[in-house]
Nanobody, 121 residues
Framework: QVQVVESGGGLVQAGGSLRLSCAAS????????MSWYRQAPGKEREFVAH???????DYAGSVKGRFTISRDNAKNTVYLQMNNLKPEDTAVYYC???????????????WGQGTQVTVSS
């Protein structure tokens, strides 16, 4: 069974930085897109960034220029470097991956459990 686990959340002051990690483990044949989403209290989950297996990236407008997504294909891990954090970045950050598991033909979309990021003003 494949697991997707995030780490690296925490409390930081405005203007500070955090680096989130997300590792997929288990019987994985290949991973296509790896993404980050976030959900603030009382709001819907929203897209933050994604990176394809070829390294093509895309960002939400609200984080462009401040956040950088990267991945280590050998480790099945995606990172989110967050700089110049703002109080409005406070949310639970979720990792999501599109991958093919061993013994499967198609791709599955899996969520991690989330990690809390709190930015104080």
């Amino acid at each position: 069974q494949v697991q997707v686990v995030e780490s690296g959340g925490g409390l930081v002051q405005a203007g500070g930085s955090l680096r989130l990690s997300c590792a997929a483990s288990g019987s994985i044949v290949t991973i296509n897109v790896m993404s980050w989403y976030r959900q603030a209290p009382g709001k819907e989950r929203e897209f933050v960034a994604h990176i394809t297996s070829a390294g093509i990236t895309d960002y939400a407008g609200s984080v462009k220029g401040r956040f950088t997504i990267s991945r280590d294909n050998a480790k099945n891990t995606v990172y989110l470097q967050m700089n110049n954090l703002k109080p409005e970045d406070t949310a639970v950050y979720y990792c999501a991956t599109t991958l093919r598991e061993g013994g499967s033909i198609g791709y599955n979309f899996l969520w991690g459990q989330g990690t809390q990021v709190t930015v104080s003003s």
